[in-house]
T-cell receptor
Framework: NAGVTQTPKFRVLKTGQSMTLLCAQD?????MYWYRQDPGMGLRLIHY???????AKGEVPDGYNVSRLKKQNFLLGLESAAPSQTSVYFC????????????FGPGTRLTVL | SQQGEEDPQALSIQEGENATMNCSYK?????LQWYRQNSGRGLVHLIL?????REKHSGRLRVTLDTSKKSSSLLITASRAADTASYFC???????????FGAGTRLTVKP
């Protein structure tokens, strides 16, 4: 039981490049989330999904897109990376919405030059 | 915007001592959760307390919630070096569709 996994672990991009972060969970959770963590600001929700085929915007969605084609996978895309998107990205999943604990992946450290 | 704010930002204690961290939030909530994050790792859920609960225990952890003051505290008793980590509170505000995390308290337990 791997829990929540994320790929890649590290990535360096140039401004304007695109990339996709992959999150996978094997706990059959309905709900999945993408957060970014910046120094001194805690975690901020980017997008979330309440089930296969559905996505919604979180607190800081601009510059990101997501897709949930399969229940176990949640993809985060950056179409045109900007230095402001340098951050650590965490994926999480939960069985229930809000009232249940979230299980987090190990994170992806992204640097945009 | 952040919903929860932890206090203090950093805390350094000796092994065996108790550690207390506080979380204040702005709007009414349904529940409040505490998470731990070891350096370079993802967050790990510690405990969830609902708005109609006042206190909860889990091993060496004790969480209190005062909805009138919009605050919560996390007490770690008999701390160990392995408790060194950052601790975050997270709330689901009634008027938000997502959970909001605070900036965290960095706890260092010296052996």
């Amino acid at each position: 039981n791997a829990g929540v996994t994320q790929t890649p672990k590290f990535r360096v991009l140039k401004t304007g490049q695109s990339m996709t972060l992959l999150c996978a969970q094997d706990m059959n959770h309905e709900y999945m989330y993408w957060y970014r963590q910046d120094p001194g600001m805690g975690l901020r929700l980017i997008h979330y999904s309440v089930g296969e085929g559905t996505t919604a915007k979180g607190e800081v969605p601009d510059g990101y897109n997501v897709s949930r084609l399969k229940k176990q996978n949640f993809l985060l895309g950056l179409e045109s990376a900007a230095p402001s998107q340098t951050s650590v990205y965490f994926c999480a999943s939960s069985l229930a919405w809000q009232v249940d604990e979230q299980f987090f992946g190990p994170g992806t450290r992204l640097t945009v030059l | 915007s952040q919903q929860g704010e932890e206090d203090p930002q950093a805390l350094s204690i000796q092994e065996g001592e108790n550690a207390t961290m506080n979380c204040s939030y702005k709007t009414s909530i349904n529940n409040l959760q505490w998470y731990r994050q070891n350096s370079g790792r993802g967050l790990v859920h510690l405990i969830l307390i609902r708005s109609n609960e006042r206190e909860k225990h889990s091993g060496r952890l004790r969480v209190t919630l005062d909805t009138s003051k919009k605050s919560s505290s996390l007490l770690i008793t008999a701390s160990r070096a392995a408790d060194t980590a950052s601790y975050f509170c997270a709330t689901d505000a009634d008027n938000n569709n997502d959970m909001r995390f605070g900036a965290g308290t960095r706890l260092t337990v010296k052996p």
